[in-house]
Nanobody
Framework: VQLQASGGGLVQAGGSLRLSCAAS????????MGWFRQAPGKERDFVAA????????YYTDSVKGRFTISRDDVKNTVFLQMDGLKPEDTAVYYC???????????????????WGQGTQVTVSS
């Protein structure tokens, strides 16, 4: 299984970025997908998750209304559209895959089986 994250970069506050995560080696439609982020010296924190069908989404409070998670099951890819970026959004962003259990969306790192390599997002003030 491989998860390849891309789309990070340097952007000014108020700008936008779109992260992508291409999955291979798994039956993508059977997995819930999530995005996490980790700032230097801090723990890896939950950002957003989307269920196997795309019909359920969940966001951490600090990104609600600014970030949008989506998925394309034809391309086996999950996206994170980030608008209104703030300096405090600066972190390495990781995508992850969790086998769908049909219950609540996974929000903890231990619930995810597979992880991408991370992509750096830097927001300047």
């Amino acid at each position: 299984v491989q998860l390849q994250a891309s789309g990070g970069g340097l952007v000014q506050a108020g700008g936008s970025l779109r992260l992508s995560c291409a999955a291979s080696g798994l039956t993508f439609s059977r997995y819930d997908m999530g995005w996490f982020r980790q700032a230097p010296g801090k723990e890896r924190d939950f950002v957003a998750a989307i269920n196997w069908s795309g019909g359920s989404k969940y966001y951490t409070d600090s990104v609600k209304g600014r970030f949008t998670i989506s998925r394309d099951d034809v391309k086996n890819t999950v996206f994170l559209q980030m608008d209104g970026l703030k300096p405090e959004d600066t972190a390495v962003y990781y995508c992850a895959a969790a086998p769908s259990r049909g219950l609540r969306l996974p929000k903890n790192t231990h619930e995810y089986d597979y992880w991408g390599q991370g992509t750096q997002v830097t927001v300047s003030s």
